[in-house]
């Protein structure tokens, strides 16, 4: 996400402070005890400012909902958001997805929520989309077994792809769907898919049920220097490389 900076950051993260937890990997393996009782867990990752989030988060209010997002300048806008509403049970984490497993526990997580993130297009960008096998693989490091990834994209190629990618880590796939809005709104928009709806773009959205291994492989090691990155001229000139698929129907 290409944000302007936004004057005040530091004054304005302060005062929305309490919804923000800057020392995650302390609260591994204890999440559900920071707001007390057997609380489902669910992540959003890269929740941008975090409408999703939010209004997901107060429709349950049984679950805790902890966002990650490494953009700052966007987070700031959840964290108000979230104080403006009251809630009670969200937390915001600064952090990048990659070191998920650094902040959660082996089983810790029941749900995992993918809404509209970078589509990275070019072959050589693949690794830093967050439907990676290797982002997957780590996904998988901190969900139970029968855990879900939430998975919303416009991107149709970025989509017809990652259902490739889901059963390479082991996750079954299920309610895929191509047009998740032809019957009407359904569900919780976050702010992207609400400005794609309104252009008329169909949205995608599959779930990826995590399936038992007895013995989880070795990581991939990350990717050097890191996830950071934005777009650069040749992403915008190059056209992605389809994968084919029976349950393509040759629409975009
Ligand atoms: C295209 S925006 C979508 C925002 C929001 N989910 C929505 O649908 O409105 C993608 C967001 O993911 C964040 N993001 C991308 N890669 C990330 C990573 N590796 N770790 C944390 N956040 C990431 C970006 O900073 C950005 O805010």
Known sequence: ??????????????????????????????WRSLLGGERALYLELGCGKGRFTCETAAAAPEALFVAVERVPDAMVIAMERAKAMGLENVRFLDADVADLRD?????????IYINFCDPWPTNRHAKRRLTHPDFLERYRRVLRDGGEIHFKTDNRNLFEWSLFQFPKADFALEEVTRNLHAGGICGVMTD?????????????????????????????????GGTKGGWDASDLVQEPRRVPSSADDGRK
């Open 192 to 224: 992207y898919e609400e400005k794609f709806h309104r252009q008329g773009v169909p949205i995608n959205r599959c779930v990826g049920v995590k399936l038992h291994r007895d013995r989880e492989p070795d990581l991939a090691p990350p990717l050097p």
């Open 1 to 30: 996400m290409r944000m302007r900076k936004k004057p005040n950051l530091i004054p304005r993260m302060e005062r929305c402070g309490a919804y923000q937890i800057k020392d995650p990997a302390a609260w591994r393996g204890k």
């Open 103 to 111: 902040y959660f526990a082996p089983d810790e997580v029941e749900r």
